[in-house]
């Protein structure tokens, strides 16, 4: 497929673009080969992941939850023109997400704990696309997710400098971490019946990120 050419496809404003379009052929080409029936898309933005995974055949049902609804109001305008199978929900968290059974989540959620005010872009401290200050959003996320999950679902969730405590941007320090993010995430999995099966790495920029492979713990 041209890439580019599908993107122009997929509505969106630049105040929502928190990385998708580089992010969704990452994706895609690791579930390439893959089948699902219900995919979820957290934190979907303009949903570019989910909706590549369609066009792509890896999933046949779309589901995106999104707190901001500049982003759900740009989901159901890609869902008209490309006659998408999606189901777009506002939501904070899954706080409105109806239940289904998803047989896969993804996302590229807020990776940052802790912007620094003092980095040029300190201001995006208070940006939902990349902050999630003291990790509250995940938290919510991880504690309610499970009962969306089947015995073989998984979820791939992309995240940013796990191992580090801070991170670096431009020669700055952008976000400062008490405890590698790793660590924090998988305590979250340990009280939520979850577990981290696999990281798949990727580089943004000059940043070490990965996919975090999740399932739910065997009972």
Known sequence: MDYENWLEKIISMPSLNGGGPFLAPI?????????????????????????????QNICKHLVTGDINPDSVACVEATKKINRYNISPYCSNNMESIPRYNFDVVIANPPNYCNIQTTHPCGFLRDDLRPSDIDWHIHQDFYSTIAKYLHSSSKLFISEVEVDSLEVVINGELYDKRAIPPIKVFNQMLEENQLQLVNRHPYVFDTASCDILEISLKPY
Do not use: H, K, N, V
């Open 27 to 55: 994706f895609a080409d690791l579930l390439q080969g893959q089948t699902y029936e219900t995919a979820f898309e957290w934190c979907a933005g303009p949903a570019w992941i989910g909706c590549l995974l369609l066009e």
